[in-house]
């Protein structure tokens, strides 16, 4: 127990480590700007965008209309002329594929991105098909999702067709027209791909984009890559009862259980936080761009990752969607009417499953947990846990997970608006304060460690002692009134 007291002064010194790896590593700054383009260029181009925008091509959870997306087609086929005369075209029930032929057969490519886009609900600043540009912008439904990388691999090839180019190799450009509700489109798609024998090197697909200040604080323009995708799947939640007259509600009625389950995962995230290696190596690739303050914590994930997890989910729900596993509630449903108690209500979720806590673990996760059951068994890696095993009791190691954090955290904070010399000096007043602090926490187990090793040590040196002889001594008979006392 008396090796806890070092703790703090352990945390400081790894502070101090992570402070002088961030002064000595090189700053840089992001210099790129996209090119200038003529205003002539830029309207013909956010024309073709407005024009793509105009047709509705909404498209619905198990519907199946082609003609919709055929009426998309026909103008795609008025704005890109050649991709259309010149590439070999296949229609699969709307779902749209192109062979580009390259010089060679060897790792083919496939650039993707899909024709339909969500129903347009709520208000709009500019009507939702109405593709109009104004403020320097096209706005409208699919405009960012995803007519516009529709029109940009498309004027590419165009534009490229009109040179005479001929690719290196195999290209394909494939749009499916289900991807908003995860229908068959794209597997139509692949399904034809391995008919032909097709074995893709690269596919590009949505995802990522040229993005000014990424994070707040980090100035400048950069390429977000997109390596992996989440996994998806809507969830219906079902509670039930007998129902009855709103003039005489009961508790605990289909729709309160389902609001208290609702509160319960929001308030309680019951998905397991990790930086995959990927958003680790973002983070790590980003440093060096940013403020002092950010970059000693981007920097030095190795120290600053169990803060991370908790503090990023807060910062930015962007950010945290990359650590775990997400839940949002979308749709819910009950009586028919105001003065009815429902024999049933439903919930509707939207669930992304991150790669290290898959479909099958996420969604028992979240069964048991609507079952009023827990959720999941400890995770023994979690620093609580670990300082349990170390042999603190519950309350002390949630008092020593606040000092931890206050490290940290204050840490952070002071090194971001105080120069290094400040810095230094407030991390040598805080490893004080975090020592005089920890022995308040554990002085009471460790007076007690400490009598129990002086009584341990008198014990086994009377042991060393010639014992003396000892005789038992014969129990006493019990009178007769006590025995019927006793009994």
Not at 80 to 87: A, E, T
Not at 169 to 190: F, I, M, R
Not at 354 to 378: F, K, T, V, Y
Request: with cysteine.
């Amino acid at each position: 127990m008396k090796y806890l007291l070092i703790l703090p002064g352990v945390l400081v010194l790894l502070v101090l480590i992570a402070v002088v790896r961030t002064l000595v590593s090189p700053r840089k700054t992001s210099d790129y700007q996209p090119p200038q383009t003529d205003e002539a260029e830029a309207l013909r181009l956010a024309g073709k965008l407005s024009k793509m925008i105009q047709v509705d091509t909404t498209s619905h959870a198990g519907g199946d209309d082609p003609a919709r997306f055929r009426a998309f087609h026909k103008t795609l086929a008025e704005l890109f002329p050649r991709v259309f005369s010149q590439l070999e075209k296949t229609e699969i029930d709307g779902n749209l594929l192109f062979y580009w032929k390259g010089r060679s057969r060897e790792k083919p490519i496939l650039l993707m991105s899909h024709q339909d886009v969500v129903p347009a609900e709520g208000t709009w600043s500019h009507a939702p098909f109405s593709g109009d540009i104004a403020d320097g912008k096209v706005w409208g439904r699919g405009a960012s999702d995803t007519k516009c990388s529709v029109m940009a691999f498309f004027e590419a090839a165009e534009q490229l067709l009109a040179e005479g180019y001929t690719p290196p190799t195999d290209v394909y450009l494939a749009s499916s027209c289900t991807e908003e509700w995860a229908g068959d489109g794209a597997p139509k798609l692949v399904a034809e791909l391995q008919r032909r024998g097709v074995e893709l090197f690269l596919v590009c697909d949505e995802g990522g984009a040229i993005i000014s200040e990424p994070i707040g604080g980090i100035p400048g323009n950069f390429a977000m890559v997109g390596v992996f995708e989440k996994g998806k799947a809507d969830v219906k939640f079902t509670a039930r009862s007998n129902g009855g007259h709103a003039s005489a509600p009961m508790a605990n009625s289909p729709s309160a259980r389902l609001s208290a389950f609702v509160t319960d995962v929001e308030k309680h995230d019951p998905f397991r936080r990790k930086f995959l290696p990927e958003v680790s190596a973002m983070f790590a690739r980003l440093a060096p761009y940013a403020p002092f303050g950010l970059r000693l914590v981007m920097g030095n994930l190795w120290l600053f990752q169990p803060l991370m997890k908790i503090v990023l989910p807060r910062v930015s729900a962007q950010a945290g969607a990359m650590l775990h596993t997400t839940i949002a509630f979308t749709m819910q449903s009950g009586a028919d009417a105001y003065n009815v108690l429902p024999q049933e209500a439903t919930l509707g979720a939207n669930m992304r499953f991150i790669p290290h806590q898959g479909e099958q673990e996420s969604l028992a996760i979240i069964r048991r947990l609507a079952h009023g059951q827990n959720p999941m068994a400890p995770d023994r890696g979690h620093i609580h846990h670990r300082l349990i095993d170390m042999g603190l009791n519950q309350k002390q190691a949630v008092a020593a997970l606040y000092v931890i954090s206050s490290i940290l955290g204050l840490s952070a904070v002071v090194l971001t608006s105080s120069g290094a010399i400040k810095a230094m000096l407030f991390l040598m007043a805080l490893a004080v304060a975090a020592f005089l602090a920890s022995r308040v926490i554990f002085r009471r187990d460790i007076d007690k460690a400490l009598q129990a090793e002086k009584a341990a040590a008198e014990e086994k040196s009377t042991e060393t002692a010639t014992p003396a002889e000892t005789v038992p001594a014969e129990p006493e008979e019990e009178s007769n009134e006590e025995k019927k006392e006793e009994a």
